[in-house]
């Protein structure tokens, strides 16, 4: 059996538990496609499952192979694979880890890069893109309407923030003061995150917020999102379970999929942001590449937080 290089590790723990290991070449399957990765996306879910706070929620066969996004070139294609052939380069979700030189995908979950896209920021797009995408199709915030979101400068947050504009929506985004400029270059309104933060928003939006995504998890966002609306249902957070629980909120934690296990969002997600870029108004900046082996480093970078943008990790 062939070998490729990959990132794994066999024990939970902090992040020195990833290893560059030598593992078996996946082989596509029906409706699969393999891709020679090129750059694969760092997401803050990668170091929650290594860490094994999620292991009773998300059991992992040990050892594993963290990431879900990739982008990369399609080496090989499975039984009943139609409209994507080897050389197409292509990004999605992965199937297996995408920490690695080969990755599987669902052929039809793929959509294909754009010339004119760098790996990096295709690797990127995928899961931020779905999530932001998801989200927004999950409030059902309109044109005109005001809508908040937390960690406006994270990666779901900057493609949220972005999207919700092209809809004609007012967006109200927390942050670090070091990001508040950014935020107004993506169209948002910025206000500094902490104590007396529904002061801030009332100030920011004194017409009102008509609904909120937490995108980062952290104080009392999902309580503050909820007072501001009035409406535990015009809320949904990605990454407080248990402020949803509290509040009675929307914890969306993945894309709904169809009878065969295909994500319904995936594909239209992507071609939202893709639209966007082909615009020539995308951004989604890199917060910092690594290369694959640095895996370890990539993850303390992630887990201290404060990004603006995605981490990335680069495959030979």
Known sequence: MTKIKAVAFSDYGPADVLRLVDVDMPVAGPGQVRIAVRAAGVNPLDHKLR?????????????????????????????????VQAGDTVLGRTLTGAYAEQALARA??????????CWERAAALPVAAETAWRTLAELGVGEGETLLIHGAAGGVGTLAVQLARSRGVRVIGTASRFNHEYLRGLGAIPVEYGEGLADRV??????????????????????????????PGRVVTIADAGGAARHGVRFSS????????????????????????????????????????????????SEHGHLTGKIVLTVP
Request: proline share 8%; charged share 20%; no cysteine.
């Open 51 to 83: 860490g094994g706070g999620l292991a009773e929620v998300f059991p992992l066969a040990l050892p594993h192979i963290p990431g879900v996004e990739a982008a990369g070139v399609v080496e090989a294609v499975g039984e009943g694979v139609a409209g």
């Open 254 to 301: 993945g894309a709904p999929a169809a009878p065969d296990g295909a994500s319904t969002t995936a594909v239209p997600a992507l071609t939202a942001a893709l639209a966007l870029h082909d615009a020539g108004i995308l951004q989604l900046p890199i917060h910092r590449k690594y290369p694959l082996a640095e895996a370890a480093e990539a993850h303390r970078a």
């Open 202 to 231: 009332r100030e920011a939006a004194p017409e009102g917020v008509a609904a909120a995504l937490d995108a980062v998890g952290k104080g009392d966002a999902v309580g503050v999102s909820v007072e501001l609306t009035g409406d």
């Open 108 to 117: 039809d979950e793929l959509v294909v890069k754009p010339v004119s896209l």
